[in-house]
């Protein structure tokens, strides 16, 4: 089965400063990518996935944005981070013949 | 209105007892389905895939309405383990398979 890497687990960051979550999978090709964000006691919102390096979809509008420059690479990145930009991100994946989601270990982030 | 909801929580049972959790989604041309379980500040993990025709699983069954767009989770003999937020989680291929958490129903299990 596939594992993800995902890095670090925990990130304080002051407001304004900018941000570079990396997450990669291995044991699988060409798997789609998602990141998630799930804020205290809530659901997970579904932030960008992608289907193959380069392609990028964005579900909601933000201050955040994502890049896939390797096929098991996927970025999460924000030139300047906000208040509302804290919470608990997850990467996740699935390869081309299955339909579940594997997820990284995630990354608490709390913007000061 | 959201794409997938569920019950609000939190659930407060007793050991021993049966819970069933809900989840209703709003696109009709969503393909599968699924239940994951999530500990606090952890990752979900796969719980259960959901069909029409039923999943069993032990202590878990997992059923199917396409037709009301409706798709359940009954836990039988509830233990203290399985204290945990459950989500119902459907794809939709899109190009990529999209996949759409609900917001998850939070239970607890009491000795």
């Known amino acids: 089965s596939q594992t993800i890497h995902q890095w670090p687990a925990t990130l304080v960051q002051p407001v304004g400063s900018p941000l570079s979550l990396e997450c990669t999978v291995e044991?699988?090709?060409?798997?789609?990518l998602y990141w998630y964000r799930q804020a205290a006691g809530r659901g997970l919102q579904l932030l960008f996935y992608?289907?193959?390096?380069?392609?990028i979809s964005s579900e909601v509008p933000q201050n955040l944005s994502a890049s896939r420059p390797q096929d098991r690479q996927f970025i999460l990145s924000s030139k300047k981070l906000l208040l509302s930009d804290s919470g608990f991100y997850l990467c996740?994946?699935?390869?081309?013949?299955?339909?579940?989601?594997?997820f990284g270990s995630g990354t608490q982030l709390s913007v000061l | 209105r959201k794409e997938v909801e569920q019950d609000p929580g939190p659930f407060n049972v007793p050991e021993g007892a049966t819970v069933a959790f809900n989840c209703t989604y709003s696109?009709?041309?969503?393909?599968?389905f699924f239940w994951y379980r999530q500990d606090c500040r952890k990752e979900p993990k796969l719980l259960m895939s959901?069909?029409?025709s039923g999943n069993e699983d032990g202590r878990f069954t997992a059923q199917l309405n396409r037709a009301s767009q409706y798709i359940s989770l009954l836990i039988r003999d509830s233990k203290l383990s399985d204290s945990a937020t459950y989500l119902c989680v459907v794809n939709t291929n899109t190009g990529g398979f999209k996949t759409i958490f609900g917001a998850g129903t939070r239970l607890f299990v009491k000795a």
């Open positions: 996740a994946s699935r390869d081309i013949t299955n339909e579940k989601l594997f």
């Open positions: 959901v069909y029409s």
């Open positions: 992608s289907v193959g390096i380069g392609q």
């Open positions: 696109n009709s041309a969503s393909q599968s």
């Open positions: 044991g699988t090709s060409n798997p789609n």
